[in-house]
């Protein structure tokens, strides 16, 4: 099945500065790849997704990045702000995986005013 | 105007006993998950309905049996209860299949003692 890897598993930053997620994943056929961001006590919440026809994707301060041909995609938080500290979880799905998601390990992002 | 929403948000019991949780989600959606996240917040899917019907059953005990008796809800019954089963337990729902935006409900925190 599945096995997506993500890294760091603790990321610091001062705020204002760039903050970057990487997550590779096994399956060749995975098509799909959300990201979401989990605040203390909170339900996960996605923020920004990836479709493996698509290479990169933006939504204001948030950009992903996919490498279908190495496997990886990628989370880049600009101009970080202190309400960006949460856990933040990639995701892989492919009609290989069963069609569901699956996780990577998450990564807590504290954004240091 | 809760979208996805869980009950109880908090349950503790002893080892043995049989409990449930429920969920119900009001954005009319086809698909309803139930997932597990543990001490290092680990997420893993545990069951997926489809319009009411199991589509993924995930390696988990047999003392866990999802019910969904129509499409807004998915309940979860735990039987004989033990230590391991504590964790946060997340239901989830999303418009047709997983490649679509998951909603996540705020959990219920089970600590079995």
């Known amino acids: 099945g599945e096995n997506v890897e993500q890294h760091p598993s603790t990321l610091s930053v001062q705020e204002g500065d760039s903050a970057v997620i990487k997550c590779t994943y096994s399956?060749?056929?995975?098509?799909?790849f959300p990201w979401y961001k989990q605040e203390l006590g909170k339900g996960p919440q996605l923020i920004i997704d990836i479709r493996s026809n698509v290479g990169e994707k933006k939504d204001q301060r948030i950009a992903v990045t996919l490498n279908k041909t190495a496997k990886h995609f990628s989370l880049h938080i600009t101009e970080t702000q202190p309400e960006d500290s949460a856990v933040y979880f990639c995701a892989a799905s492919g009609t290989a995986a069963g069609n569901k998601l699956t996780f990577g390990g998450g990564t807590r992002v504290l954004v240091k005013p | 105007d809760t979208a996805v929403s869980q009950t109880p948000k908090y349950l503790v019991t002893q080892m043995g006993n049989d409990k449930s949780i429920k969920c119900e989600q009001n954005?009319?959606?086809?698909?309803m998950y139930w997932y597990k996240q543990d001490s290092k917040k680990f997420l893993k899917i545990m069951f997926s309905y489809n319009n009411k019907e199991l589509i993924i059953n995930e390696t988990v005990p047999n003392r866990f049996s999802p019910k969904s008796p129509d499409k807004a809800h998915l309940n979860l019954h735990i039987n004989s209860l033990e230590l391991g089963d504590s964790a946060v337990y997340f239901c989830?729902?999303?418009?047709?299949?997983?490649?679509?935006?998951?909603?996540f409900g705020p959990g219920t925190r089970l600590l079995v003692l």
């Open positions: 954005l009319g959606h086809d698909t």
């Open positions: 989830a729902s999303s418009q047709g299949t997983v490649k679509e935006t998951q909603y």
């Open positions: 399956d060749s056929a995975s098509n799909y």
